[in-house]
Nanobody, 119 residues
Framework: QVQLVESGGGLVQAGGSLRLSCAAS????????MGWYRQAPGKQRDLVAS???????DYADSVKGRFTVSRDNAKNTVFLQMNSLKPEDTAVYYC?????????????WGRGTQVTVSS
C-alpha cells in the first residue's frame, strides 16, 4: 500500500504562516503528481495546489500569491507553505499522491491535518 502522513497543521492568527508536510511511504514504484486539497465543514473537498514530478505547479485562485507548493522527490515528500493566512483558509488539509503500484496508477490520500485561522 501507499501511506501518506500529513503534519504541520495547527491554530494561527490571521496574517500568520504555517508549513504543511506530507511524506509518502510504502510499496510503490513511482509518484507522479502530488497535491493538497482542503475541506471546510459542510463544503466539498477542493484543490488547493498541485505539483508534478517535474515541478509544474497549479494553484486555486484563492491562494495564488499566498501559498507555495514544493516537493522533494528523493524523499517522496510534498510541502505547502501558507502565508498571509485568512479565516477562510480554515479547513482540514489533505495530501494526495498519484502513485504507480503493482503496474497501476492510482490516487492515494492522507488522513488530513486541521488548519484553523482565527480572526
Amino acid at each position: 500500500q501507499v501511506q501518506l502522513v500529513e503534519s504541520g497543521g495547527g491554530l494561527v492568527q490571521a496574517g500568520g504562516s504555517l508549513r504543511l508536510s506530507c511524506a509518502a511511504s510504502g510499496t510503490f514504484f513511482s509518484i507522479n503528481a502530488m497535491g493538497w486539497y482542503r475541506q471546510a465543514p459542510g463544503k466539498q473537498r477542493d484543490l488547493v495546489a498541485s505539483i508534478s514530478r517535474g515541478g509544474t505547479t497549479d494553484y486555486a485562485d484563492s491562494v495564488k500569491g499566498r501559498f507555495t507548493v514544493s516537493r522533494d522527490n528523493a524523499k517522496n515528500t510534498v510541502f505547502l507553505q501558507m502565508n498571509s493566512l485568512k479565516p477562510e483558509d480554515t479547513a482540514v488539509y489533505y495530501c494526495k499522491a498519484h502513485a504507480l503500484r503493482a503496474g497501476s496508477w492510482s490516487d492515494y490520500w492522507g488522513r488530513g491535518t486541521q488548519v484553523t485561522v482565527s480572526s
